[in-house]
């Protein structure tokens, strides 16, 4: 066996097939380029999802015709501070892309400095194709076509034009969100995608993620220790059936990391179903010694020295920006809620209990169970048909749909409950009022109940045994594969403990250890909340009724349920009159 020295093309070649992926990462690597030479306008065209065309022209600092030659030769940049890579703040700071990508395609750099002529180099794949005088505005552009024309073992990995397309515009998309401050357009195949001047972040982001985030994002300003948090995030309302809109800047770097999607979801823990994504940008500071850019030849991932911290700091900051929002909007109207609500077609369909009036059923024996029901509610009060409905901003109930919905008249409109996210809600605030307080209290069962469960869902329940107990659930390991239940938490009244534990147990795993105790606990709560609410289907009278609306009346984030959808909405009487054409 002979050892020997790779020649520079072929370097190049290995170096290419990490940083130059497919077209969006060639795309991306010319568009930082335009960035780090602090371009303030930065115009791309592509063809061909990429394939056929990518040019990037920009208005930055140029390069001279040695500086060009320079930077085509591989690990040469001008980037990197003499203090070391740690304090670097450029996009780039490797020396590779230039040569990476001209290795595998064909690559014309057209460069002028301000106050000399322009010059133009041309290579095809790794090899010199001639060099002369070009006429260009000062700043670079650099054209790179028949990517991967000679490296069938790459084009073969491609997808679709469509596709590859779409990553394009996704890069474009993440660092025109990075930096609102620098105008950028986008064009395929000859048509204008996007046409963006300097703006700030929220319009930006707003610009290029929906425009619907005006009404529905929560914009975040955050800072705890030496961290920084800005950025937008959709209404728990405002959710989507795919994680695609989630971006996270490091440092005003685009980076794909998996712990945006960790904190997103604990921090929507209880707003928004399990299935359903919210809309972020976020863009986070830290100090420059506590983060790793150099972990990836394309540097779209980052090491946090503290991981923890970062993400407790996104969890914390979202969290308490929901809170607040929710608070803001509690008892106020959301007929604009409800209407985007019912035109959203994209949502499940609710389960529902078919159409009809039920009246309000008022038997003993619907007494007796409402006692045992709402006992943890504030005393039921029957409201007379008259009762004075400005006293309440929920109104006062005057009868259920489909044993599902509660209607109610308020002083400007009918109300229509949900009565099941409604109450699961309340269950879940109460729980966590009550840990809050440091008494949650729990309700022995009268028969301790065997529950069995496989051996591994046991043990991770057992894992939790403690933090269950804090919530009032009392349980034990009973044998390999069963559990005993002692007591439940008295908030939540009447439940099924075997199919309350499976459920836990599924929480558990799917969480691991990756998330701390707080958001576990948040978490578990909620999924116990849900084992004790009033099902849809339950015939409420007019006392139960009234008390759950007044419980919601005083009850914070009781606007929307553990999913995140509206537990009430109101049809104002305006709008009521416009349904009958009286407006
Ligand atoms: N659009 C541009 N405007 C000005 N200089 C550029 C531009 N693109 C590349 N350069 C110069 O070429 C060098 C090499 O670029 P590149 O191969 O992307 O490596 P890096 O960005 O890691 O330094 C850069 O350091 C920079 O000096
Ligand atoms: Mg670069």
């Not at 994504?277 to 500071?285: C, N, Q, Y």
């Not at 980052?302 to 929710?326: K, N, T």
């Not at 038997?363 to 007379?384: I, K």
């Not at 400007?412 to 409950?417: C, E, Q, R, W, Y």
Request: aromatic letters at 4%.
């Amino acid at each position: 066996m002979s050892i020997r020295r790779l020649p520079p093309e072929l370097i190049n070649r290995i170096a290419a097939g990490e940083v130059v992926e497919r077209p969006a990462s060639a795309l991306k690597e010319l568009i930082e380029n335009s960035l780090d030479a602090g371009a303030s306008q930065i115009a791309v065209r592509i063809a061909g999802g990429g394939l056929d065309l990518i040019e990037v022209a920009d208005d930055g600092s140029g390069m001279t015709p040695d500086e060009m030659r320079l930077a085509l030769e591989r690990h040469a940049t001008s980037k990197l501070p003499d203090e070391g890579i740690e304090l670097v703040t450029s996009f780039g700071f490797r020396g590779e892309a230039l040569p990476s990508i001209a290795s595998v395609a064909s690559l014309t750099l057209e460069s002028r400095v301000r106050g000399a002529d322009g010059w133009r180099i041309a290579i095809d794949h790794g090899a010199p194709a001639g060099e002369g005088p070009a006429a260009l505005p000062p700043g670079t552009r650099a054209k790179v076509e028949q990517l991967f024309a000679k490296v069938p073992a790459r084009r073969k990995f491609l997808r679709s034009p469509r596709s590859e397309y779409a990553a394009c515009l996704d890069a474009v998309k993440r660092l025109a969100m990075a930096r609102p401050d620098v105008a950028f357009s986008f064009e395929h195949d000859g048509r204008r995608i996007l046409s963006l001047q300097p703006q700030g972040a929220p319009a930006r982001v707003a610009a290029l993620l929906s425009h619907e985030l005006d009404r529905h994002g929560i914009g975040i300003d955050f800072a705890r220790d030496d961290m920084g948090l800005t950025g937008v995030i959709s209404l728990p309302t405002f959710n989507r059936g795919m994680a695609d809109q989630q971006y996270l800047f490091v440092n005003e770097r685009p980076v794909k990391d998996r712990l945006l999607v960790g904190a997103l979801r604990a921090a929507y823990r209880d707003l928004i179903a399990r299935d359903r994504h919210p809309i972020a940008a976020l863009f986070l500071t830290v100090p420059l010694d506590s983060v790793d850019v150099n972990v990836h030849p394309a540097k779209t991932e980052v090491r946090f020295r503290d991981p923890q911290a970062v993400r407790g700091m996104i969890v914390g900051g979202l969290r308490h920006a929901l809170d607040e929002e929710s608070q803001r909007s509690a008892g106020r109207e959301q007929v604009a809620a409800a209407v985007n609500w019912m035109s959203d077609l994209d949502r499940r369909p609710r389960e529902d209990g078919g159409p009809g009036w039920a009246p309000a059923h008022s038997g003993e024996q619907m007494v007796a169970e409402a006692r045992a029901l709402f006992d943890h509610a504030p005393a039921a009060r029957a409201e007379p048909a008259h009762a004075p409905v400005q006293d309440y901003p929920l109104g006062v109930a005057r009868g259920q749909v489909a044993a599902t919905y509660i209607v109610a008249e308020a002083e400007d409109g009918l109300v229509i409950v949900d009565q099941h996210a409604a109450h699961e809600r309340l269950v879940l605030e109460r729980m966590r009022a009550a840990r809050e307080g440091g008494r949650p209290s729990s309700q022995a069962l009268l028969e301790p109940q065997v529950v069995e469960l496989d051996e591994v869902e046991c043990d991770r329940l057992e894992g939790v045994l403690h933090e269950l107990a804090g919530l009032g659930l009392e349980i034990e390991r009973f044998g390999t594969s069963a559990m005993i239940v002692r007591a439940v938490p008295a908030a939540l009244g009447k439940t099924d403990p075997a199919s309350l534990l499976a459920d836990l147990a599924a929480e558990v795993a799917e969480l691991g250890g990756a998330i701390g105790l707080q958001d576990r606990l948040d978490l578990v709560q909620a999924t116990i909340a849900c084992h004790g609410s009033v099902r849809a289907g339950r015939i409420l009278s007019v006392a139960e009724m009234n008390a759950l609306l007044r419980e919601m009346e005083a009850t914070p984030r009781s606007g929307q349920c553990n999913h995140g959808r509206p537990t009430w909405v109101k049809l104002a009487h305006n709008d009521i009159e416009k349904l009958f054409g009286r407006r």
